[in-house]
């Protein structure tokens, strides 16, 4: 399941399978959507690198509860960040679909960019939305922070949460997740 997501989100993040002429404004409406518990969310394969299997976690003592821990990816400290905790509700429980999308987020007072891996319950699908088909957040009755939410997009009926990855972390969880990098590339090899 995991390779098969990998491999449909890099044809779509690259642009195969779009019509000709198709730039940046089709890329754009392509989402990843994954399950927590019994909701379905979106992130844009824009800021996909990649899903891995969930395993090799390092616990770091002294983080923010909704840092599960960290791991090697590719001999880079990557933060994994569990999106319930993040979310307030209870941490994710593992199972077999359970898995990590890498994501990247750019910091918006820096410009420097930053990959954390989230952990979901399950991947469904990469799902095109047209921008027509997405609704600004709801200003009320959200079960999460409304700043963590792009839009709303309307797939089948049915409404998907689409997330601002950028705005899931704060300037100062952003900071803490930062230093943790800064020290690992500090420490010897």
């Known amino acids: 399941m995991t390779n098969q997501t990998t491999s ?4 779509s993040a690259s642009g ?23 909701e379905m969310f979106a992130i844009g394969i824009l800021s996909i690198r990649e899903i891995i299997e969930f395993g090799n976690l390092t616990e770091v003592p002294m983080v923010p509860p909704f ?9 880079a400290v990557v ?5 319930s905790v993040r979310f307030a509700r209870p941490p994710c429980e593992v199972t077999k679909r359970t898995c990590i999308v890498i994501i990247e987020t750019v910091d918006a007072e820096g410009g420097q960019k930053q990959q954390m891996g989230i952990v979901v319950d399950a991947v469904s699908e990469v799902l095109e939305i047209p921008a027509s088909e997405i609704e600004p957040p709801p ?23 689409l997330l601002d990855v950028n705005k ?5 969880e952003v900071a803490v997740v ?8 500090a420490s010897p090899a």
Do not use: C, H, W
């Open 168 to 172: 899931i972390l704060s300037i100062e």
């Open 8 to 11: 449909v989100l890099n044809a």
């Open 16 to 38: 195969a399978g779009l019509p000709a002429g198709a730039g940046m404004d089709a890329e754009q409406q392509q989402y990843l959507t994954f399950n927590l518990g019994e």
């Open 139 to 161: 200003q009320f009755g959200a079960r999460i922070r409304i700043d963590f939410i792009s839009g709303m997009g309307k797939v089948n009926g049915k409404f998907v949460v």
């Open 79 to 83: 933060p994994v960040i569990d999106l």
């Open 67 to 75: 840092i599960r821990g960290v791991i090697n990816l590719r001999g």
């Open 178 to 185: 930062a230093a943790m990098n800064r020290a690992e590339e």
